[in-house]
């Protein structure tokens, strides 16, 4: 009985591990990203973007618009406290957002003034521009 509940749990174990593996994409970086904290994959139907930007609420959601090559963060409705927080982002845009020379730069539009402006990643063996280069 022993012997058949180990094979069952064992079974069970490498059925959930396989599962799980095969429908989590990559996130292991082609990219390098700005800001520090982001990854960017190719995967089979485009990008995956994962990283998380500071929100002055909890609550914000976001959302990749297409028409804008932007990530929209959404305030949350109602009251909420006014503490620091953050927005996970864990999304794959469509491949054509990265242009010729593979870089990728998307808006971020908000509500509120300070934070970073937008998310931008270059393939990771690319040469690195003069304009990142710091003095």
Do not use: N
Request: hydrophobic letters at 45%.
């Amino acid at each position: 009985m022993r012997k058949h509940i180990a094979i069952t749990t064992a079974v069970l174990l490498m059925a959930v591990t396989g599962c799980a593996a095969a429908m989590t994409p990559p996130v292991s970086s082609q990219y390098v990203c700005t800001p520090e904290g982001f990854a960017l994959a190719a995967v089979s139907d485009g990008l995956h973007l994962t990283g998380s930007l500071e929100t002055p609420t909890p609550g914000y959601s976001a959302r990749y618009v297409p028409e804008l090559k932007a990530i929209s963060l959404i305030p949350p409705q109602g009251m909420v406290v006014q503490v620091i927080s953050s927005v996970t982002i864990d999304m794959v845009l469509p491949a054509e957002v990265a242009d010729a020379d593979g870089r990728v730069d998307i808006a971020l539009e908000k509500s509120f003034a300070w934070g970073i402006p937008a998310i931008t990643c270059t393939v990771a063996d690319s040469p690195v521009s003069e304009s990142t280069t710091t003095p």
